[in-house]
């Protein structure tokens, strides 16, 4: 389910992001009507049309697929190492939100930062092994991951 409700979002995002698009094109005058419906309904009725359709519709099934990510930093654990891991969300606006068990979970501060994450602004941090696994969304979990592991090297050095 979770899986739908993220292609959904982004099919939603894909279909705004067209729209501001054919507007912004509306306001420059150079597709020659002014008016955003007509300039719409010239979109989808011309030979790439259908195709705009079908691209969006691949892009928002495959996105959770690929949007989302796990990432595993060797040699972190979560009660020594909670400041570090804190200081890497932080770096990168997250914020500690909820504690379950030996889970922590963090999500973007402020509206527009969590507007432009769609709302999948949550990372999970779990322990695995002698380690830990954040799992979210790429982009945030890559960016975090690589802070962390950065934080966790350094730490060899002190």
């Known amino acids: 389910m979770k899986y739908l409700v993220r292609s959904l979002k ?3 995002f894909l279909c705004v992001l067209d729209v501001v698009l054919v507007w912004l094109m509306s306001l420059d005058g150079s597709a020659g009507s002014t008016d955003l ?6 979109q989808l009725s ?10 969006f519709v691949a892009l928002a099934a495959f996105y959770p697929r690929f949007g989302f990510m796990r990432s595993r930093i060797d040699g972190c654990n979560i009660a020594e190492d909670e400041l570090r891991i804190m200081n890497a969300m932080q770096t990168y606006g997250f914020k ?44 945030s979990v890559a960016r975090v991951a690589y802070q962390l592991k950065c934080y966790m090297d350094s730490r060899r050095y002190e």
């Open 46 to 55: 011309s030979e790439s049309g259908p195709w705009l359709i079908v691209a």
């Open 37 to 42: 419906v007509t300039l719409l309904k010239l």
């Open 10 to 12: 982004y099919l939603v």
């Open 96 to 139: 500690l939100v909820e504690r379950r068990g030996e889970e922590l979970v963090y999500r973007k501060v402020g509206f527009v930062g969590r507007l432009m994450l769609m709302f999948e602004d949550e990372i999970v941090v779990r322990r695995s092994g002698d380690g830990v696994v954040l799992e979210g969304l790429r982009r």
